[in-house]
């Protein structure tokens, strides 16, 4: 974020800051309030606002300026749990709340209303903090979470180098019908084989991206100096921050779960990329369909 205010001074010439409100749905209530003008969120927390799901009590008019760097939602199991599947829950003590990020509780119902098994029968906890979820899967005191993760995040890393956890490993049907009851605000995503050390075993997960956001009254020629800005200076981004080679134009065109602003359109059409698809897709959500 703060080798992306770089860009946008130097590029777009803009004074920018950045400033810390809490986290992805943080960020949107922050938006939503006029605190910022730009927010950066995971798409989870934009479709959630813009939609109007909990926890906003109604649809807040936000619009995507930028997409780059994915994250991924995934259910771990802690080794030596003795878990199979769904149905081996019984008993079983499951990390699967955390305020900010209700798209995991979300996965873990989804996953257990699939396999069928009562949810009665398993003990639902929550935690506050990534740091904490690690601490208690080391101490041994959950046997299963669903865990924000990311392809090299060092805390899951570590947690695959140490054995310490094992993914939930689907089937195509089963995570086909596990999508199915989430909001469509995920995509698919396939981790290869030994992606992680002790992971031999490749495993479809649930994507979201993360994005710059911005109201929908925000001025076209800003919006569309700080998207030109930051996608026609990719290699200087990078020398920032690694992350931000997955900030392209192309990623930005691709899979929006809610509407552009009309400021990165223009820059889109600009540099040809912005399609009929796009323009169906635009006029699907602007309508919340």
């Keep these: 974020t703060i080798g992306m205010s770089k860009i946008i001074q130097k590029h777009a010439g803009f004074n920018a800051t950045v400033e810390p409100l809490g986290g992805s749905h943080a960020n949107i209530f922050g938006l939503a309030r006029k605190k910022v003008d730009f927010a950066v969120a995971n798409s989870g927390a934009t479709f959630d606002g813009y939609f109007g799901n909990g926890p906003f009590k109604k649809p807040v008019e936000i619009r995507i300026v930028l997409q780059g760097a994915a994250t991924y939602r995934h259910i771990f199991i802690r080794k030596g749990a003795d878990i199979k599947s769904a149905s081996d829950l019984t008993g079983k003590v499951f990390l699967a709340k955390r305020k900010p990020l209700p798209e995991l509780e979300m996965l873990a119902n989804a996953w257990m209303d699939v396999a069928g098994f009562d949810k009665s029968k398993v003990?639902?906890?929550s935690s506050r903090t990534l740091s904490e979820m690690n601490n208690v899967l080391r101490a041994g005191s959950v046997d299963l979470v669903a865990y924000p993760f990311g392809l090299r995040q060092p805390v899951v890393t570590k947690l695959f180098n140490d054995n310490v956890i094992e993914p939930v490993v689907m089937s195509e049907k089963e995570y086909e019908a596990v999508m199915k009851r989430l909001p469509p605000m995920f995509y698919k995503y396939k981790v290869?084989?030994?992606?992680?050390?002790?992971?031999?075993?490749?495993?479809?997960?649930?994507?979201l991206v993360t994005q710059l956001a911005t109201s929908a009254s925000a001025d076209e020629?800003?919006?569309?100096?700080?998207?030109?800005?930051?996608?026609?200076?990719?290699?200087?981004?990078?020398?920032?921050h690694s992350s931000a080679r997955a900030w392209t134009a192309n990623r930005t065109a691709t899979d929006a779960k809610?509407?552009?602003?009309?400021?990165?359109?223009?820059?889109?059409?600009?540099?040809?990329?912005?399609?009929?698809?796009?323009?169906?897709?635009?006029?699907?959500?602007?309508?919340?369909?």
């Design 258 to 289: 809610i509407p552009y602003h009309n400021g990165t359109i223009r820059y889109l059409k600009e540099v040809g990329l912005w399609s009929a698809e796009n323009e169906a897709l635009q006029k699907r959500l602007l309508a919340r369909k």
């Design 123 to 125: 003990k639902l906890v």
């Design 221 to 240: 020629n800003t919006v569309y100096k700080v998207a030109k800005a930051v996608l026609s200076n990719s290699k200087e981004f990078v020398t920032y």
């Design 192 to 207: 290869k084989a030994n992606q992680f050390k002790n992971q031999p075993k490749a495993f479809l997960t649930f994507g």
